[in-house]
């Protein structure tokens, strides 16, 4: 990072920019989180709603989140705060930072597993096990304490290390190198996939709607997935932002990122559902259904053993450029409004969603009976910050950019000073003053049963 206008820190080049933002966006949200939503929301129905959802509300809530903190130079919280002086604005900001601790809790849960399948791989330990014997497998993991917990420890003290050790560009530069190898590999897993005997299935399953699935809850799924997966609605992008120089054109950074982030969601569900269907499992198994599904491929594969470790790995990477992200709203805010070091922000930021995080990773076993509102702890983290936080953040994003910002501003941030055509800035003032604020709105309170 390189010392940009104001002092602060800043990505230094577009290539920068575009690595940390789609490095936040793709991460487990993508193949464990989208493959797992689907298969509970019924398939092809939900995938359309999805798309709708990223392209009329996803993208502009990304765009007016890097405007609001290229602007407002600072946190999520701080932003507002100067952007919006003595008014209730910075509450959004708030709101992001409890979303961020609740999902920071449960993504370092579900990363630690990651952990544990590198390891598993590189002991060769689904070698010569049948679909059964590998759900076993995972069953007898997560409902463990220890190894699960240690794994947990292990990623949220890497997330923390990074923030600390200020190597974030390092990290993000390595994953822009990386991550096209995932996506390598999610191509050459599609393809094992979908020529599997019974994959036409799934493929089905995924492609084919059935709209007489969808309610609403379908519905505010499909939103929570889609706020989660571009990392949009808590503030990340806000702080992201903010570490933007003027010079790059964030219309076309939040396009390129959303893409981006789609097409490997995509290319996920097209990896793991024609397999669910070969080696008949259960679409609907929830959290754990790519830990059950994915060794059953490399199973299948000439070179699994080694396609097996790069995959967890890489994927293990993934989430870790995601995690910092979560966590540097946090420390961003702390160290900013707070006046704390960054390594006392970051140790105990990090020290405070670990041990929320450890209720989260044992309520897949101990705690698993525990339950809120039909809900396990896992289930209420993930459901309060995905779908009800995140939403409701976008919601407010777009009201204050649509409405609340002058036009003169949006128009001045967006093209840079004037440096830049921007095309179709009326249509998205529109989307952001009443397409986006009232769909959200509908989804979120008919689901709540509030409308
Ligand atoms: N978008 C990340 C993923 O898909 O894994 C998760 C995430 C990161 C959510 C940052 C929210 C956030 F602010």
């Given at each position: 990072?390189?010392?940009?206008?104001?002092?602060?820190?800043?990505?230094?080049?577009?290539?920068?920019?575009?690595?940390?933002?789609?490095g936040?966006?793709?991460?487990?949200?993508n193949?464990?989180?989208?493959?797992?939503?689907?298969?509970?929301?019924?398939?092809?129905?939900?995938?359309?709603?999805?798309?709708?959802?990223?392209?009329?509300?996803?993208?502009?809530?990304?765009?007016?989140?890097?405007?609001?903190?290229?602007?407002?130079?600072?946190n999520?919280?701080?932003?507002?705060?100067?952007?919006?002086?003595?008014?209730?604005?910075?509450?959004?900001?708030?709101?992001?930072?409890?979303?961020?601790?609740?999902?920071?809790?449960?993504?370092?849960?579900?990363?630690?597993?990651?952990?544990?399948?590198?390891?598993?791989?590189?002991?060769?330990?689904?070698?010569?096990?049948?679909?059964?014997?590998?759900?076993?497998?995972?069953?007898?993991?997560?409902?463990?304490a220890?190894?699960?917990?240690?794994?947990?420890?292990?990623?949220?003290?890497?997330?923390?290390?990074?923030?600390?050790?200020?190597?974030?560009?390092?990290?993000?530069?390595?994953?822009?190198?990386?991550?096209?190898?995932?996506?390598?590999?999610?191509?050459?897993?599609?393809?094992?996939?979908?020529?599997?005997?019974?994959?036409?299935?799934?493929?089905?399953?995924?492609?084919?709607?059935?709209?007489?699935?969808?309610?609403?809850?379908?519905?505010?799924?499909?939103?929570?997935?889609?706020?989660?997966?571009?990392?949009?609605?808590?503030?990340?992008?806000?702080?992201?932002?903010?570490?933007?120089?003027?010079?790059?054109?964030?219309?076309?950074i939040?396009?390129?990122?959303?893409?981006?982030?789609?097409?490997?969601?995509?290319?996920?569900?097209v990896?793991?559902?024609?397999?669910?269907?070969?080696?008949?499992?259960?679409?609907?198994?929830?959290?754990?259904?790519?830990?059950?599904?994915?060794?059953?491929?490399?199973?299948?594969?000439?070179?699994?053993?080694?396609?097996?470790?790069?995959f967890?790995?890489?994927?293990?990477?993934?989430?870790?450029?995601?995690s910092?992200?979560?966590?540097?709203?946090?420390?961003?805010?702390?160290?900013?409004?707070?006046?704390?070091?960054?390594?006392?922000?970051?140790?105990?930021?990090?020290?405070?969603?670990?041990?929320?995080?450890?209720?989260?990773?044992?309520?897949?076993g101990?705690?698993?009976?525990?339950?809120?509102?039909?809900?396990?702890?896992?289930?209420?983290?993930?459901?309060?910050?995905?779908?009800?936080?995140?939403?409701?953040?976008?919601?407010?994003?777009?009201?204050?950019?649509?409405?609340?910002?002058?036009r003169?501003?949006?128009?001045?941030?967006?093209?840079?000073?004037?440096?830049?055509?921007?095309?179709?800035?009326?249509?998205?003032?529109?989307?952001?003053?009443?397409?986006a604020p009232?769909?959200?709105?509908?989804?979120?309170?008919?689901?709540?049963?509030?409308?």
């Open positions: 990072m390189s010392v940009g206008s104001e002092g602060r820190e800043g990505f230094t080049s577009r290539f920068g920019i575009i690595c940390a933002a789609a936040s966006a793709i991460g487990l949200g193949i464990w989180r989208f493959p797992y939503i689907v298969g509970d929301s019924g398939g092809g129905a939900f995938l359309l709603i999805y798309l709708g959802f990223i392209i009329l509300l996803g993208i502009p809530v990304m765009l007016s989140e890097l405007i609001i903190g290229r602007r407002g130079q600072r999520a919280l701080g932003s507002f705060k100067r952007l919006a002086p003595g008014k209730s604005w910075y509450l959004v900001g708030v709101m992001g930072i409890v979303a961020a601790f609740m999902i920071l809790a449960f993504y370092s849960t579900i990363a630690g597993w990651t952990l544990e399948y590198v390891i598993k791989s590189l002991g060769n330990a689904f070698s010569g096990k049948d679909s059964g014997d590998i759900s076993a497998m995972f069953t007898s993991f997560h409902s463990q220890f190894r699960p917990l240690l794994w947990q420890l292990v990623f949220m003290a890497m997330t923390a290390w990074i923030i600390l050790s200020g190597v974030q560009k390092g990290i993000e530069k390595y994953a822009k190198i990386l991550m096209p190898f995932l996506v390598l590999l999610l191509i050459i897993m599609a393809i094992r996939s979908i020529t599997l005997p019974g994959a036409g299935a799934g493929l089905r399953f995924l492609f084919q709607p059935d709209f007489s699935v969808v309610n609403s809850s379908v519905l505010l799924a499909a939103l929570g997935q889609a706020f989660f997966s571009l990392s949009i609605g808590m503030g990340a992008l806000i702080t992201y932002g903010s570490y933007i120089k003027k010079q790059n054109n964030l219309g076309n939040s396009v390129e990122v959303s893409l981006a982030d789609t097409l490997i969601a995509i290319l996920a569900g990896a793991i559902f024609p397999a669910v269907f070969a080696f008949g499992l259960d679409p609907s198994e929830g959290p754990g259904l790519i830990y059950t599904v994915l060794p059953n491929i490399f199973q299948q594969m000439p070179g699994g053993y080694f396609f097996s470790i790069i967890f790995v890489l994927l293990a990477i993934a989430a870790l450029t995601s910092i992200s979560i966590l540097e709203v946090v420390v961003a805010y702390m160290t900013e409004e707070l006046k704390m070091t960054r390594k006392k922000a970051t140790i105990m930021a990090a020290t405070a969603a670990f041990f929320v995080g450890i209720f989260c990773t044992l309520s897949f101990v705690l698993s009976g525990t339950s809120i509102g039909g809900l396990t702890i896992f289930g209420v983290l993930d459901f309060t910050a995905s779908n009800l936080l995140l939403p409701l953040g976008g919601l407010l994003i777009v009201v204050f950019v649509g409405w609340y910002m002058k003169t501003d949006v128009r001045d941030e967006m093209s840079n000073s004037g440096l830049l055509k921007i095309r179709l800035f009326n249509a998205l003032i529109f989307i952001l003053r009443f397409i009232v769909a959200i709105a509908i989804v979120l309170f008919d689901s709540l049963g509030i409308i």
